[in-house]
Nanobody, 126 residues
Framework: EVQLVESGGGLVQAGGSLRLSCAAS????????IGWFRQAPGKEREGVSC????????YYTDSVKGRFTISSDNAKNTVYLQMNSLKPEDTAVYYC???????????????????WGQGTQVTVSS
């Protein structure tokens, strides 16, 4: 059974940090791209960052560049999202997702991803 389990969300003040984890099981982790997405109330789900488990190549959406860092521990089948300098506009439910075949141009397209986790809430207070 494929599972993606997010953890590490919570409530933090603006300027603070959180580290999200995405633990994967049930598929060959090294063959997949793992992405982080987020969905704020009343808004569409948007791509935040993604990493190729095989190459380590990373991508970030413009709004988080320089503040968020994605990394992968292939031995643990886990991807992390270190979030620093958090802003109230980062408040959202954060989801991780896995894609077997991903075109770079479609890295933020939801349908490019095969599996999704249940999400973890991140709330940044001002």
């Amino acid at each position: 059974e494929v599972q993606l389990v997010e953890s590490g969300g919570g409530l933090v003040q603006a300027g603070g940090s959180l580290r999200l984890s995405c633990a994967a099981s049930g598929f060959t982790f090294d063959d997949y791209v793992i992405g982080w997405f987020r969905q704020a109330p009343g808004k569409e789900r948007e791509g935040v960052s993604c990493i190729s488990s095989s190459t380590g190549r990373t991508y970030y959406t413009d709004s988080v560049k320089g503040r968020f860092t994605i990394s992968s521990d292939n031995a643990k089948n886990t991807v992390y999202l270190q979030m620093n300098s958090l802003k109230p506009e980062d408040t959202a439910v954060y989801y991780c997702a896995a894609a077997k075949s991903l075109l770079v141009l479609r890295r933020w397209v939801l349908s490019s991803y095969d599996y999704w986790g249940q999400g973890t809430q991140v709330t940044v207070s001002s």
